[in-house]
């Protein structure tokens, strides 16, 4: 309900209605006061989407990373709407879809951990791969879905790079440019976070309910699923609405190109899954750059003679990228946004006509 349904429906009727922006601006060729709903819609969703990616990077908690990402995520459909090319809605179509499956995965994956590892703190996640190696996966995979190539959001937001860049519209670039680095650098976090293996601790899955893994595992299937299919849903769906609307087809990313990405999904996931289950290997001891003095504690006598435990922490650069500090800026800047497109429009400003 919450990845999907509950905070899609205002996004949904913007790309309902992006034909309208689409037909105001003749792509940005018509006169000020017809472009100027389109271009507020533009600016406050590509706003949203860099400046909440922004605020994701300085955030621990999983779900809170989870929530600002899909505040990120419904900024970029926002913008597709505003911009209203038949390209951009075929790509926020796409983001609308698999921001859906891919974040119900995640969230169930992260509800799951937090029962049974006692935390959502991304910082807690050490060696989830030996701990939980299947919820570990899976979770692994929801967040390939949301930012790796050849997976599905990938594929959209680089369809809404192309859309954009044919408005001409610099501002709207840039903001996407930067969000997506941020984009990349959150998830990247807690993926690496994820695949850590550094120990033998002891296996917390043995707890985990069957009803989580019936609900976990049909989520991952649907991933997998719409990632591979994704040359079929654009043929089979996207592209007959996006006919229907602008009587023109147009998909953001080439068919040869989606179907290589399909096939590609197909060896990452098998690779990814392949080693779950028992393993022959010869497991040896873990190198902490010196003399091992208690592997489960990941302690080892440095060069100094000196006891020194080995740890790992991510960036979260609070300082900069705190939430204290950015959402009054998102703020006053979509508050003027706003009020200056509502000002113009209540003027006329007929001299711009």
């Not at 709407?81 to 995640?106: Q, R």
Request: net charge neutral.
């Amino acid at each position: 309900m919450h990845s999907s349904t509950m905070v899609k429906a205002g996004v949904f009727l913007l790309v309902k209605l992006a034909p309208i922006f689409y037909a105001g601006t003749a792509s940005f060729s018509g006169n000020f006061m017809t472009v100027m709903p389109s271009l507020m819609v533009v600016l406050v969703g590509g706003i949203t989407f860099a400046l909440c990616s922004f605020m994701a990077i300085s955030q621990s908690n999983a779900k809170r990373v989870l929530a600002y990402s899909t505040i990120a995520n419904l900024g970029l459909i926002v913008a597709c709407a505003g911009v209203g090319t038949p390209e951009a809605i075929w790509a926020a179509t796409f983001l609308v879809l698999f921001h859906a499956i891919a974040k119900s995965l995640l969230f169930l994956c992260v509800g799951t951990a937090e029962h049974h590892i006692g935390s959502r703190d991304i910082e807690d996640m050490d060696l989830m791969f030996e701990r939980m190696p299947r919820l570990a996966r899976f979770m692994m995979l929801g967040i390939m879905c949301m930012f790796i190539a050849p997976f599905g959001m990938l594929i959209a937001k680089w369809a809404t790079l192309v859309s954009f860049v044919e408005t001409g519209n610099i501002a709207l670039i840039i903001l996407l440019a930067f969000g997506s680095a941020a984009t990349f650098m959150f998830w990247g976090k807690w993926l690496g976070k994820l695949s850590g293996i550094a120990a033998e601790p002891e296996n917390d899955e043995v707890t985990v309910h069957r009803s989580e893994w019936v609900s976990i595992s049909l989520m991952a299937v649907l991933v997998i699923a719409c990632c591979i299919a994704i040359p079929a849903i654009s043929w089979a769906i996207v592209e007959p609405y996006v006919y229907s609307v602008y009587g023109t087809v147009a998909a953001g990313i080439a068919s040869d190109n989606l179907w290589i990405a399909s096939v590609a999904v197909v060896f990452i996931v098998i690779v990814l899954f392949a080693g779950l289950g028992k393993s022959k290997a010869r497991k040896v001891d873990v190198y902490l750059s010196g003399v091992s003095i208690d592997n489960n504690e990941r302690t080892f006598q440095n060069s100094l003679s000196q006891e020194t435990k080995a740890t790992s922490r991510n960036m979260y650069l609070d300082s900069i990228f705190g939430e204290k500090l950015i959402a009054p800026v998102g703020t006053i800047m979509c508050t003027i946004v706003i009020v200056a497109s509502f000002a113009i429009a209540a003027v006329g400003l007929p001299g711009l006509m």
